[in-house]
């Protein structure tokens, strides 16, 4: 097993949408997950030049095989001439945009595969596990039930990160109610979820495909989050603890950072807000946090 203890990878586009360059991929390094300083002169690892040449939501696995995949939703808001004058839910792409690489630095060109029919109307926030069970990588994403309506969480299966199985839905919550950003991570023998719905909604299940079970919610636990207030949320392992990291995107105030010694523990008690935190200079929006070796950290600390 890779001893990955070496620090953390933070792959992020910044989200302003006020030029290309803000929906791009964007590197940051931290030794403890808390600390971040921005990589490669705060300019963007990678760009898009496939779909709409701008990419939002990025997120990296460590694959079994020792390569690296980096999925991102297919979207530019800039090139669309802003949120009020897009439908990005009715003619949004229908497609990943995905990279490869062997060593952090170099990358494979981008490639746009498409993953829902044409006129699904988006394919947003796209992540991937393992699935023991299935022997196969889990890529799941939201979607819209109909071009612009109320968004469900769909799933495929892929062995290589280009062929993948027909899509079908991972998580609905009926009722007319939405559900964007779920993001999953394996503890011990068990799955924890968070998904953006109403709030920032916990779960955990022994199968991807059993029975999830309703934990809590991050506006339950007494940390000062109100509503729908964040998105994005992603998990990492900090030595002792875990870290939820959620995206204060209505505040306009970049990510938080939520630590717990247990995912699965419903005590408010158990949670808090870091008390110290810098997430550099660079403004962060929804991405994901890898654990690198120490090789790789110093490998990426020159890039």
Known sequence: MTNTDGGYLFVHFTGTEHHASDEQIYFALSPDGLHWHDLHQQQPVLTSDVGEKGVRDPFIIRRRDGRFTILATDLSIYHRGGWSHTQATVDGSSCLVLWDSDDLIHWSDARAIPVVADEVGAVWAPEAIWDPAHQSYFVFWASP???????????????????????????????????????????????????????????????????????TSLQELGLGIHGDTVEGPEFAHLGDRWCVYVDQFAAGKGYLPIVAKDLTDTDPAAWSIAPDYDFGELKKRHGAVMAVTAEEYARLSNF
């Open 145 to 215: 039930v109909e071009p612009g309506g109320r968004m469900v969480i769909l799933g495929s299966y892929t062995d290589d990160f280009i062929h993948f199985t027909p899509s079908e839905v991972f998580i609905d919550r009926g009722n007319g109610q939405s559900i964007i950003d779920t993001s999953v991570v394996a503890v011990g023998d068990r799955f924890v979820r968070a998904s953006r719905d109403d709030q920032i909604t916990l779960e955990t299940a022994d199968n991807l495909h059993g029975v999830w079970q309703h934990l």
